[in-house]
């Protein structure tokens, strides 16, 4: 009788351990799962607005170039060839800001591709470490 008690006693605390270190695992795995959907939900609006700057940067650089281009064709009308030496030097500086707009494009183009493969990397890795943490409680069951 007293090693039935014994046995019970035992039973009931390492069933008891057992249901305690699975909700924790539980919490945990939850616990993964909402900061995994935070952190997409923060890299996916973050990568919205970087696009929709460099949307806006791009825009304005456009209306830039256009000013230059009027800018150069109301001096043109007005001095004709009195001014072919500024004309010139507007031009130069038209094409020395259509190839600083393009770079600036292109190193934003390139930035934003690699934002963009970090941060699917590191949801990867996310994704992959709360995998494991599942499989890991489930084998634990």
């Not at 039973?11 to 952190?39: C, F, G, P, Y």
């Not at 460099?54 to 109301?74: G, H, M, W």
């Not at 030496?85 to 800001?97: A, E, F, H, P, Q």
């Amino acid at each position: 009788m007293a090693e039935n008690k014994v046995y019970d006693a035992t039973w009931n605390l390492l069933h008891s351990v057992r249901e305690t270190n699975q909700a924790i695992a539980d919490s945990w795995v939850t616990v993964q799962e909402r900061n995994m959907k935070l952190a997409q939900s923060f890299f996916t609006n973050w990568m919205e607005i970087l696009k929709a700057q460099a949307d806006t940067n791009r825009a304005l650089a456009e209306k830039i170039v256009q000013q230059s281009e009027r800018q150069r064709e109301a001096w043109q009308t007005l001095a004709h060839e009195s001014v072919d030496t500024y004309v010139d030097l507007m031009s130069s500086s038209i094409d020395y800001t259509r190839q600083a707009v393009d770079a600036a494009d292109h190193a934003t183009r390139q930035g934003l591709e690699r934002f963009e493969s970090a941060t699917r990397q590191g949801f990867d890795n996310v994704e992959e470490a709360t995998r494991q943490a599942q499989n890991a409680v489930n084998h634990a069951e």
